[in-house]
């Protein structure tokens, strides 16, 4: 979810959203890899930079409702919510593998049928190494942000290396010494950190849109 101006909007089905990027499109963002923000990454903390409007839908919602949600404001997931309570999160990938793979009805499948619980989450206190951590220990991409079991944010794996790029150098020394990996070998925890944002190996600048090409990774400039 880009980072920016965040307000609420209710649409007509009573669903809770925040906006998509102002240009409507997911974007890419490169940094010189010596840009630092002006507090150090390793104090940083989820709170710092999570969203805290969260799109959020009720259990009883029906995929549709949720594709067409997430198609509208540009963004890949919804965290489900019963009785101010978040309970589970679909993403889009959630939607091809438990929809449409199965040929199932967006019309009649409804949003607790095919949502991810219980929900993996952080609190907003929560290292932003830490926060790297869980999500490459589970394999996911987004992580939900609780505050006494309540809902206070949403925060992604580029969120954070928008932010402090140097995390993944952190991170991956980090699972090398604990031995910690989501699914296969430390180097596909690394590749796939990598392609969330990193270093280009033609330019040397950071970026969001890397490509591996002949064991390098690449910006959009550079596989011109």
């Known amino acids: 979810m880009p980072l ?30 010596s840009t630092r923000m ?14 805290v409007n969260v799109v959020t839908i009720a259990p009883d919602a029906t995929v549709l409702q949720a594709a067409k949600l997430m198609e509208q404001m540009d963004i890949g997931s ?6 101010q309570r978040p309970v589970g999160i679909i993403t889009e990938a959630d939607i091809v ?12 499948c409804v949003a607790r049928d095919i949502m991810s619980s219980p929900i993996i989450h952080v609190t907003p206190d929560t290292p932003l190494t830490e926060a790297m951590r869980v999500m490459a220990r589970s394999g996911i991409r987004r992580v939900v942000v609780l505050k006494n079991d309540s809902l206070a944010g949403l925060i992604t794996s580029r969120d954070i290396l928008r932010w402090s790029p140097e995390l993944i150098d952190v ?46 990774y690449l910006c959009e400039a550079c596989r011109r």
């Open 4 to 33: 920016g101006n965040i307000f609420n909007r209710t649409l007509s089905v009573g669903l809770n959203v925040t906006p998509r990027h102002p240009t409507g499109r997911r974007h890419t963002l490169q940094l010189k890899r």
């Open 38 to 51: 002006s507090e150090p990454s390793h104090t940083m903390s989820v709170r710092d930079i999570m969203a």
């Open 97 to 108: 593998r438990r929809v449409i793979a199965r040929e199932a009805d967006p019309k009649t």
């Open 171 to 216: 991170l991956v020394e980090s699972l090398r010494m604990k031995g910690e990996a989501s699914s296969g070998p430390i180097t596909e925890v690394e590749d796939e950190l990598i392609a969330y944002g990193g270093v280009c190996d033609g330019c040397g600048e950071y970026s969001t849109d890397l490509v591996l090409e002949d064991g390098k």
């Open 78 to 83: 919804v965290v489900i919510v019963d009785r």
